[in-house]
């Protein structure tokens, strides 16, 4: 079992910084992948960044390239997702997810999720 709790979100405006955390419990953090999505109203959930088991391998959605950066620290049984230049397009609730898979960019891939943290950029 693994349990995920985001922290970080907030209000922020366009241009501005934001970098959301989720702690892990569970001893095998190390080994899963994990994903930040994002569901904003009306819309489907997305995943937003990926990264694997060991940190070597990362993913993005086109949409945040060059402006998000997914990280991790497997002695902290942390995931990080460092946000610039947001916009208000970012606007969303955010979720931290963990596969067992070791690399997964399905979020039906992903088995534990956390309670998502709430991400608002004003113009």
Known sequence: QVQLVESGGGLVQAGG???LSCAASGRTFSSYAMGWFRQAPGNDRELVAAISWSGGR???AYSVKRRFTIS?????NT?????????PEDTAVY???ASATGWATGGEEYDYWGQGTQV???S
């Open 79 to 87: 995931v990080y997702l460092q946000m610039n230049s947001l916009k």
């Open 17 to 19: 910084s934001l970098r």
């Open 72 to 76: 991790r620290d497997n002695a902290k």
């Open 120 to 122: 608002t950029v004003s």
């Open 95 to 97: 979720y931290c997810a």
């Open 58 to 60: 990362t993913y993005y």
